[in-house]
């Protein structure tokens, strides 16, 4: 092999033929590609296959075939030129899952779980566009998921400030006190467990990541930086609210390393256990409803 791994493939045509496989080759479900990929060097004509695989999978999960969807990074420019019209892989999930309400992006490692509001937007964006109603929804998802798919019993969630020191007590920006301290109110009025608005500064710190069991974010770097810093080969992406367990690692294609040796496997082994566990935590908790 091109790799020079000693490892043998064998396509197969069913999830149900890898465990008679397994043991002797590594069994894949061939989707053919238009063109022989090279290492870093993108495809605009795969894109097809790539869309394909993603349909044949999440097709799997929904007939209960597979327990759970790991997803690799694809790379969205070579898409977006064969018609691939979602602003990324979450979104076509979303719509394959027939999900109407919004996907939900976790960020996971061992020390910390995150969830940004605003996700792939300008910071000027993110501000303008953060609400008590997002903030209130992205929350609930998060509790349900905590609770059916880590079996967290009673779910802490840490309701980030958006402004230094969290405002400031209107100092710093009002946003604190018009816009997600409403949000905080009625979760607890829901009987979820949230705090805040915290300072972002030192939400993250040791001390206090241990007090929450995923901390809300209102933008996409304050989410995914603490993250980044303390596990970033580690990390995980998982998508709450989909009708089936999706998680991916926390990175992208990384064409500019690809068949160099460098590149790190971890999280998606991380993801593929993350997966595992969140899938046999739903089927037990739907078992004993």
């Not at 092999?1 to 033929?17: F, K, Y």
């Not at 998060?142 to 020191?165: S, Y």
């Not at 710093?172 to 109110?185: C, F, K, N, S």
Request: proline content about 7%.
């Amino acid at each position: 092999m091109s790799l020079g791994i000693d490892a043998r493939v064998q396509p197969i045509s069913s999830p149900s033929e890898v465990a008679a496989v397994f043991a002797d080759a590594i069994p894949v479900l061939d989707c053919p590609l238009m063109s022989i990929p090279q290492p870093g060097k993108p495809l605009a004509a795969n894109a097809e296959a790539v869309v394909a695989s993603i349909r044949q999978a999440v097709s799997l999960v929904q007939s209960g075939e597979a327990s759970a969807l790991v997803t690799n990074p694809i790379h969205k420019a070579s898409l977006y030129e064969s018609g691939f019209n979602h602003p990324g892989h979450t979104e076509f999930l979303a719509e394959l899952g027939q999900v109407t309400g919004p996907p939900v992006m976790m960020l996971a490692c061992d020390q910390l779980r995150t969830v940004p509001v605003t996700v792939h937007l300008s910071l000027r964006e993110a501000i303008g566009s953060l609400t008590t109603e997002s903030i209130l929804t992205q929350s609930k998802i998060a509790a349900t998921a905590l609770r059916r798919e880590f079996g967290i019993a009673k779910p802490r969630l840490a309701i980030a400030g958006l402004n230094p020191h969290a405002g400031e007590n209107g100092t710093m920006g009002d946003e604190e006190e018009a816009i997600i301290l409403p949000a905080i109110a009625a979760l607890c009025e829901d009987g979820i467990d949230a705090t805040g608005p915290h300072p972002s500064d030192a939400l993250f710190s040791p001390h206090n990541r241990n007090t929450f069991d995923v901390a809300i974010c209102m933008y996409h770097d304050q989410a995914l930086i603490p993250v980044k810093a303390l596990d970033f080969d580690g990390g995980v992406n998982v998508t709450l609210g989909l009708p089936f367990v999706r998680t991916s690692p926390d990175h992208g294609t990384a064409f500019d390393i690809a068949g160099s040796g460098q590149a790190s496997e971890a999280s998606l082994v991380n993801a593929i256990r993350m997966a595992t566990n969140m899938a046999a935590m739903r089927a037990a908790n739907e078992n004993a409803a």
